[in-house]
């Protein structure tokens, strides 16, 4: 018994994974490793430090419920051909509230790890705001907790085992949380109101998933990598 990081209730606790499961599936399968983006360095992968007693089963199969969902986005997105001269790909019909709610879940996760190397412990107030989100099924509007995604190719495709641990940075004011899952980059920014100049999300009301192709040598230039397909396609600053 313990108490869950979620309900805040005394329950017994599950084996809880901070990234979700499904997203190890091929790391299972194939080199059992993952990886640091600085310099695509392999790093040893130990599994069971990737578990953590944190939360109870109500709570798992709560958030089980967006996971759910997140894996038929990411399948849906390994099934679409990759245009890699324009720079983007566009995923229609992607749940703005689940979706989000999803990438909130695992960021907040990743705030709650006591041992883990997923651990982020930067997010300060907004940890407390996220998990009321998450309480009330509330994704925040459009301008609050705005994310980028990009699938990031190595050697030219995209590799799904590929987990990268999270990185905290402050870009231009905010607080910016990014990790890699499923070979895809996912930058959160923790930011409660609007603000002007924002590279527009990856993913607003009209359920548009916009998501970047990188190549993993021009990771550590995303933003401007994205300033300048946006400059060539001002149709997606919509
Ligand atoms: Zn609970």
């Given amino acids: 018994m313990g108490i869950c990081k979620f309900c805040n209730q005394e329950r017994e606790l599950c084996d809880s994974h901070i990234i979700p499961e499904f997203m190890y599936k091929p790391m299972y399968q194939e080199k059992h490793q993952f990886y640091e983006l600085s310099n695509i360095k ?38 679409y051909s990759l245009d890699y001269n324009k720079g983007f790909i566009i995923i229609p019909d992607v749940d703005y509230i689940k979706y989000k709610l999803f990438l909130l879940s695992v960021l907040w996760r990743m705030s709650i790890s ?25 994704p925040g ?11 990031i190719l190595l050697n030219g495709k995209q590799e799904k085992d590929l987990i990268v641990p999270p990185n905290s940075k402050r870009i231009n004011g905010i607080n910016t949380h990014s990790f890699v899952m499923h070979g895809m980059l996912f930058i959160i920014n923790c930011v409660n109101h609007q603000i002007n100049n924002q590279i527009p999300p990856s993913l607003k009301i009209d359920n548009n998933l916009v998501i970047y192709i990188l190549e993993g040598s021009k990771i550590d230039s995303f933003i401007s990598f994205m300033n300048e397909i946006l400059q060539n396609n001002p149709s997606l600053d919509i």
Avoid at 56 to 70: D, I, P, Q, T, W
Avoid at 141 to 151: L, M
Wanted: aromatic fraction near 14%; charged fraction near 30%; glycine fraction near 6%.
């Fill in 42 to 79: 392999k790093v040893r992968y130990h599994q069971k430090g990737l578990r953590e007693k944190l939360l109870c089963k109500k709570c798992e199969s709560f958030f089980s419920v967006y996971e759910g969902y997140a894996a038929s986005v990411f399948r849906k997105i390994s099934n």
């Fill in 114 to 138: 006591k041992k883990s190397v997923f651990k982020i412990s930067s997010l300060g107030p907004y940890k407390e705001r996220i998990h009321n989100l998450l309480l009330n099924k509330d």
């Fill in 141 to 151: 509007k459009t301008y609050q907790y705005t994310f980028h995604q990009g699938i």
